[in-house]
């Protein structure tokens, strides 16, 4: 018997503005979304790697509805994934909550470990909110580019591209990370 990992009902790989997509679901929901890279063979590697083949190709109406969401998102839309079916079976409560608060984070709001961690229940455990962000299936549904290390600066970031792709996700939203530009370093007087 298995209890940590999900029966994969089906995944899909597409392309967006961003480059390649690809989501994994199981009957209860989304169970893995790999952030997009270059080619289609490496997510679709990367996504199948962590969810194994799946077992049918027909999309239920909410995959779908989540690719075009996920479309638009590349493209510089506002979209709220908060909606989206996620199945977390196997997650430890720790994470669920961490999860759920991350979840709560709208479309260009960040907060930093630290908050996310008190705003769970579990104040005090920013590193382990971290780790838990860093092993969360589902980045951008579960929204884990929004959370910022302490004093503003971007923090980790596993998905491929590191850092820099979550400063790419948060510019796309209207955040801005890091120091000021150059140009308004110093008045000049």
Known sequence: MESTSQA????????????????????????????PQRNRDAVERRLLHHAGSAASSAQPQWV?????????YAAGEDVDFSGVPVDLT?????????????RKLAFGETTTYGELA?????????????????ANPVPLVIPCHRILAAG????????????????????????RVGPPPPAQVSFGF
């Open 8 to 35: 994969t009902a089906g995944h899909a790989v597409f392309e967006t503005v961003m480059g390649f997509m690809s989501i994994a679901w199981s009957e209860a929901g989304l169970t893995r979304l790999c952030l």
């Open 64 to 72: 779908a509805e989540l690719i075009a969401s996920i479309k638009a």
């Open 90 to 102: 196997g997650v430890d409560d720790f994470r669920l909550a961490i999860y759920d608060a991350a």
């Open 118 to 134: 008190k705003r769970a229940g579990h104040a005090g455990l920013a590193r382990e909110t971290g780790a838990a962000l860093g």
């Open 152 to 175: 503003g600066k971007i923090g980790g970031f596993s998905a491929p591209g590191g850092s820099t792709t979550k400063e790419k996700m948060l510019a796309m939203e209207g955040v």
